[in-house]
């Protein structure tokens, strides 16, 4: 195990094209695209499950249909969609879609003067797999294509995230992904960096209905963040909340919380909706849904 943990930091120097100028880019990435991660804090994109983890880490990936919208940093929009199914021996094969967008803003010449309105949008659209690795240890892969464009003007690049999870009987999940490897857009003949991260997280179940969670984030061109928090499910209902820390970056510190409601028939359908403080004046809010056979 201990070989398998170290092999991520050199996937990460193996495979990520450094960016020729500029900061990190292309932070549609570092998003949580579905309310089952927001709801879990910096621990959500290492041990979050369903189809969405196609999106963040693939080796969680599970049967089914997801779709969440809403308002994400920045005040801009956001709408996620993804779906897996089996393809045998423990085999899960998924896509997913995020998308941010946001108009009306103001563009200004050089002196200033008010030239217009414009829009930004960035996305990305991945496909990957996940299977068994050895034992109670899953892996996963994804990559796809991500662009971003402001007014007239955009480009696209390729993107990539490699994952472990772990699931040892006794109630313990953990996770642990790299995400944002890849090429970031060219804008002119200039190229940002990519937001590479390496996640880790973990969930230990400590009854029948609460679950404790831990995790964190260490950017390569974006803010480290650390937080933890506990959730309840009682019977069809569940609630999380907890707090996240980003070392020297108050805006991105603070609380976050979801809500999820389960209804079994001839499937599992799940509603959820998450919140997570940005800053003072700001909480993004994303909902969903999710279904499973």
Same mark, same amino acid.
């Given at each position: 195990m201990?070989?398998?943990?170290?092999?991520?930091p050199l996937i990460a120097a193996s495979l990520a094209i450094a960016g020729e100028t500029g900061t990190a880019d292309l932070l549609v990435l570092s998003s949580p695209g579905f309310p089952s991660t927001m709801m879990l804090g910096p621990a959500g994109c290492a041990i979050s499950t369903g189809p969405g983890s196609m999106l963040s880490n693939p080796a969680l990936c599970k049967?089914?249909?997801?779709?969440a919208g809403g308002r994400w940093n920045l005040e801009t929009t956001a709408v996620s969609i993804a779906g897996a199914f089996s393809a045998g021996s423990d085999i899960e094969v998924g896509t997913g879609l995020v998308y941010l967008g946001r108009g009306g803003l103001i *563009?200004?010449?050089?002196? =200033?003067? @008010?030239?217009?309105?414009?829009?930004?949008?960035?996305?990305?659209?991945?496909?990957?797999?996940?299977?068994?690795?050895?034992?109670?240890?899953d892996a996963g892969v994804s990559a796809g294509l991500s662009w971003e464009n402001v007014a007239a003007e955009g480009g696209t690049g390729i993107n990539a995230?490699?994952?472990?999870?772990?699931?040892?009987? *006794?109630?313990?999940?953990? =996770?642990? @992904?790299i995400t944002g490897v890849g090429q970031?857009?060219?804008?002119?003949?200039?190229?940002?960096?990519?937001p590479t991260e390496i996640s880790a997280g973990a969930s230990y179940r400590i009854s029948s209905i609460m679950?404790?969670?831990?995790?964190g984030k260490i950017g390569f061109s974006t803010s480290d963040a650390f937080g933890c928090g506990?959730?309840?499910?009682?019977?069809?209902? =569940?609630?999380s909340a907890g707090y996240q820390y980003s070392p020297g970056e108050d805006e991105i510190s603070g609380f976050f919380a979801g809500l999820?409601?389960?209804y079994e028939s001839g499937g599992s359908y799940t509603i959820e909706a998450a919140i997570s403080q940005r800053d003072e004046l700001s909480w993004p809010v994303l909902a969903g849904l999710s279904v499973s056979f």
């Open positions: 201990y070989r398998i943990l170290c092999c991520i049967t089914g249909f997801s779709a *563009g200004r010449d050089e002196s =200033g003067a @008010v030239t217009g309105e414009y829009s930004y949008s960035t996305g990305c659209a991945m496909a990957g797999v996940s299977f068994p690795l050895a034992g109670w240890i995230n490699a994952g472990l999870a772990f699931k040892p009987d *006794g109630g313990l999940l953990a =996770g642990i @992904v970031a857009p060219s804008w002119q003949g200039i190229r940002k960096d990519m679950t404790g969670f831990a995790g506990m959730s309840i499910n009682y019977s069809e209902y =569940g609630c999820r409601y389960t």
